[in-house]
């Protein structure tokens, strides 16, 4: 009997893929492009993706043999969870696997946000020496908001607690020891806005979420806020937001996801006061090493019912 083909929909480590090559017919394509990932699907019996990746009714239809979705990373909203489940599909993400990485990253754009690190730098690589230019805010006694207090919430709230910066949350969810173990006060979505220095996004994507953050949601906010957003790029309404720093109401924003990604015709490009990274939370050595491997896990488990990894 042929070995049930693994489609490797978009990059994960290479030892990983390999691995699976000793026991599948591992096959790769650019699951971005669809007219590649139609043509490569139906063969498959399980797909491996990460985030560009979008597995719709489309996608399921063209991939009768498919039993497995797995995805290396977290958020599943490039993922048609109910019609994979009506399909017969399992999904598999990882859900613990780039937290810790993503909420670094997010305490690394809430200080890029007070301290004008980038353009300084970029002044003095350029021959200036201009230290007036570059004065910033302190973290320390002032109010960050974060908007969902789940797995990566609770890790950025507890870090920036130890800026000694005051934590309120607005998540309807919230667990009771989350809120115990980082501090963080329960307010309103409004009362989020109107009170915090800086606002963190840690919801996924989903239709409740989609432009929770528009244009009612930035003129209830403080001015002078700054607004970072490691989640998705749907839940912020991107013309809103750029009204919004144009009028210097918002500060500054730091984005690492975009409504449409690559973000070509975001109206947020090329303001000055927009810190902007390519999907980047996850990038890092361990949290991509950890995603491939339990996005592998999910593969075996589901083709053959067993997980030999002798890590897992
Ligand atoms: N930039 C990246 O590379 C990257 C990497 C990992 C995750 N993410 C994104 O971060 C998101 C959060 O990850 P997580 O692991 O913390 O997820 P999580 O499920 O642990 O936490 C999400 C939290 O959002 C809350 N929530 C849901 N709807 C809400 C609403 N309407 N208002 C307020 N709160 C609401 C939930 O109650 C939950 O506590 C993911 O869904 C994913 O989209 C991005
Ligand atoms: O594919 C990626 O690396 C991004 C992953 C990230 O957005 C996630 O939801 O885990």
């Not at 017919?25 to 979008?54: F, K, M, N, Y």
């Not at 690190?117 to 570059?134: C, E, I, M, Y």
């Not at 800086?198 to 009612?216: C, F, K, M, N, Y």
Request: glycine share 8%; with cysteine.
């Amino acid at each position: 009997m042929p070995a049930p083909v693994v489609l490797v929909a978009d990059p994960l480590p290479a030892h990983l893929t390999d691995e699976l090559a000793a026991d599948f017919d591992v096959r790769h394509c650019t699951g971005a492009d669809r007219a590649q990932l139609l043509a490569a699907v139906p063969e498959a019996s399980a797909l491996l993706i990460r985030s560009a990746t979008r597995v719709d009714q489309e996608v399921l239809d063209a991939a009768p043999r498919l039993r497995v979705v797995a995805r290396a990373g977290v958020g599943l909203d490039n993922v048609d969870v109910a019609a994979a489940a009506r399909a017969g599909v399992t999904v598999a993400n990882a859900p613990y696997s780039n937290v810790v990485s993503v909420a670094e990253l997010t305490v690394g754009l809430v200080v890029a946000l007070a301290r004008p690190v980038l353009p300084a730098s970029a002044s003095v690589h350029a021959g200036q020496w201009r230290r007036a230019d570059f004065q910033g805010v302190e973290l320390a006694g002032r109010t960050v908001g974060i908007l969902g207090l789940g797995k990566v919430g609770e890790l950025v709230a507890t870090r920036l607690r130890a800026f000694d910066m005051h934590v309120l949350t607005h998540d309807p969810y919230a667990r009771a020891d989350a809120l115990e173990r980082t501090g963080a006060q329960a307010v309103s979505l409004e009362e989020l806005l109107r009170r915090s220095d800086v606002l963190t996004i840690h919801v996924p994507l989903t239709d409740a979420t989609r432009g929770l953050i528009g244009e009612r949601e930035l003129a209830w906010a403080k001015p002078g806020l700054r607004l970072v957003n490691t989640a998705r790029g749907g839940i912020v309404d991107e013309t809103a937001l750029a009204r919004a720093l144009k009028e210097e109401w918002v500060a500054g924003a730091a984005l690492d996801v975009f409504e449409f990604e690559p973000p070509l015709s975001s109206p947020l490009l090329g303001l000055p006061n927009v810190i902007a990274t390519p999907h980047i939370g996850a990038g890092t050595a361990q949290a991509q090493e950890r995603a491939g491997r339990e996005a592998v896990q999910a593969v075996r488990q589901a083709l053959t019912g067993s997980d030999p990894d002798p890590e897992a």
